[in-house]
Every structure is written in structure tokens, then in C-alpha cells.
């Protein structure tokens, strides 16, 4: 099984987390999606996801005390299918879902996407409810001794025809609703605090049954799956059956995060491919935190530093999710989001490779051979300004200048050594001319 088509390139889109957590509503969603629409979808910005717990009664009301109420009401259909909350995404109330929402999206020449939790709701399952097209109920398909660690909604499902069923009815209704992409949480490692230990992959049937059921939903979906590390001897399996797959926990705007991609990206660097992408979570730019409850903030990243973040997925080939609030998105930051020139990099056709990495200091390079470019890029890791330079004389045969991506500034070459003064977490990338 291959569901490559489905992404040729890497998606990029926005994603309601990194601003209202578990909160977002329909008017916010559709708020961000019309500024995606008049501001970012020229440059390949296309995907509105919708986060965590949209089906939660009362999701955020006691964020004193939790991000996920413990054993909150949900949002259910009468086969353990979970709702929108109709407080929350009025359009979806007398059964319509997120058809409504879907609709407005893909009018703006967008696509829609969800957040989904591994499993079934436990709600199902204690209730004892039906599981469409069978004669089973949840409760014969849940597994109670396979929980989130971090969420209390859902149980395992077991690997027999009749979970099957239920994943393969939950992507039916899915696909009527309109729905573009899929991302699902506790599954891409399940145990989540480590890298490589068998115990994050133990719900590999989760994932393939997933797969399976959006085959037989008979429409595309992107198919994402959280929360990272993800497990490197598993890439193979990663690839055949999901688009993209997390290769860290959650990232936000900490240089300490930032730093510690570089040695994920090395890992990772020879498993991006059309359809395949490991991916390096959310890009926490602008606007972020407001419904954590603790108030809006700006992004705690140095301008350098979100310079450097963006080359890095970029060049690296990962997808790009945008957590900022679109509605307050400042000029710098967008200028940011449509640098073409360093979007050109996003692409299974540009090959990344890194050349060296220590504490100070990452280089690397990238060649897109289908449109004859090459790139260059030097990293500072460092906490002081340095001057970087990058050996380029088989890299570049005969090149006599780069031009950097991010001011257009020429730079000669050398001996084929190109030196460069670097901000400090900075970045310069270039193209050869």
C-alpha cells in the first residue's frame, strides 16, 4: 500500500494549535482561512487544519487545570463516530459535520483538514455503542489497556475485521464531509518519550489500518501522524503508509528546540521523498499562545532564528504547518512566508544532504537537478557571531557567486571557498549563479 499521490510535494498549510490549543471555533477557522486565501495561497499555502478535540464539550474551560478534561462529554454519532461540537462549529449541528466547514474552505480554493486521536472514544465504548455495518459494538473493539498518556479520550482498537470496520466507517464519514488531510495524534509513537524503543511502535496496525480505510474511503487524504520522535528503524513502514510522520515532540519557539533539528534532520535527511516526508512540526511564527491560557504572545524566536528555522524545513524537505493567529500576521513574518525563492526548496526534487555539523556550526547543500540549481547553506549554532565558510569547488564546478535567498546579496567564490559573516543562530543560503 502507497498513498504517495497523495502529496506530491510537501504540504504547507495552517494549523489551529499553536494559537487556540484546544479552543479553536468556526468563525476563528474561517477567520485564518481567508487570510490564507488573499495572503498566502499564491505562494503554496493551501491547507486549514483544525486541532485538537473539536468534538470536547467545553474544551479550554478548565485550562487552570488541564488541557484535556478528564472524561469531558464529547460529540458522538450513534456509531461511535465523534461530532464537531455544535457550541463551537454551529454549522455542523442536525448532522452535517464539517461538511458546512469544508465547503467554506474549499470555496476559498483551500483544503481542509482535521486532527483525529488514535482509537475509539471511550465514551463508545463504555455506552456500548454500534460500529456501522457490523453487528458489533465499540466495546467488543476496544482495547482498554491502550491509552494516550496524554489524552483520556480514546482507547486502542483491536487488530480484527470488525476495528476495521470502525476505522473504515470513521474515513466513509470523513470523506463525505470534504475532508483534505489527516492528522493523527498517539500514533506515529505511542510511548513518545523515547526515540528508538519498540514500545512506540507497538500500535503499527493503528497505522495501517488507518491507511487501509482511507484507500477505501475513495478520496485523497493526506495522511500525517503525531506525535514524534518518530522511530528511524520504522521509516520504511512510515513511508508505506503515511504521507508525513513526526520526527520530534512537540516544537515550539525555543532556540534550544531549534537547535537540537539539526542532529533529527541528519538522520533523516536520505527518507524525504514525493509523498514521504518526515516532518518537523509547526512553525511557531507571529501570533501564538493564546489559548493556552496564558495569554497571546509573539513568537520568542530572534528574527535570525526564524530565518534559520525556515531554511532548515525548507532545504530539509519538510512540510510546512503555520501555527501563528493569520488575522494579526505582521509584515516581516509574511514576508517570511513568501520568500519564493527559498520556498523553490521545498521539493522532493531538491536533494538535501548535510556536509558537517558540530555544536558551532551546520553546512549544507542541496541540488535540484530537474532545474539545474544548487544551494548552499551555512548555519551558526553558536551563541557569538562567526564567520562560516563552505568548500565549494566539486559542489559548484566553475561557480564564480552565490546569491543569498534572503537579501539577494552576491557573494564571490573564492578558490571555491565561499566565507560568509553569520548572525548569531543565524543563517545564510545561497544559490550558485
Known sequence: MNKNTFAPTPPMGWNSYDYYDTTVNEEQVKANARVMAENLKPFGWEYVVVDSQWYAHGAGSQRDKFQYIPFAPV????????????????????????????????NLGLKFGIHMMRG????????????LHTDTAADMVAEPDSVCRWNPDMYGVRDCPEGQAYYDSL??????????????????????????????????????????????????????LSPGPAIIQKSWHYKKYANMWRITDDFWDDWRLLKAMFPRCEIWQDHVAPGCYPDCDMLPLGKIGGGFGQGERDTRLTRDEQRTMMTLWCLFGSPLMLGAELTKLDDWTLSLLTNREVLSMLTPECRPQQLERDDRHALWMAENQREKKRYAALFNLADQPAALSIDLTELWPGCARGRELWTGERIAVKDGILTVQVPVHGCRVFQAE
Not at 184 to 191: G, W
Request: charged share 25%; glycine share 8%.
Open 75 to 106: 460529540e458522538m454519532d450513534e456509531y461511535s463516530r465523534l461530532l464537531p461540537d455544535p457550541a463551537r462549529f454551529p454549522s455542523s449541528a442536525g448532522g452535517q459535520g464539517f461538511g458546512p466547514l469544508a465547503d467554506y474552505v474549499h
Open 120 to 131: 475509539i472514544p471511550r465514551q463508545a465504548a463504555h455506552n456500548h455503542t454500534k460500529i
Open 171 to 224: 474515513l466513509e464519514l470523513y470523506a463525505s464531509w470534504g475532508v483534505d488531510f489527516i492528522k493523527c495524534d498517539d500514533m506515529c509513537n505511542t510511548y513518545n518519550l523515547v526515540d528508538h524503543d519498540e514500545r512506540g511502535y507497538a500500535r503499527k496496525h493503528e497505522i495501517e489500518m488507518l491507511a487501509r480505510a482511507i484507500q477505501r474511503a475513495g478520496r485523497p487524504m493526506v495522511l500525517s
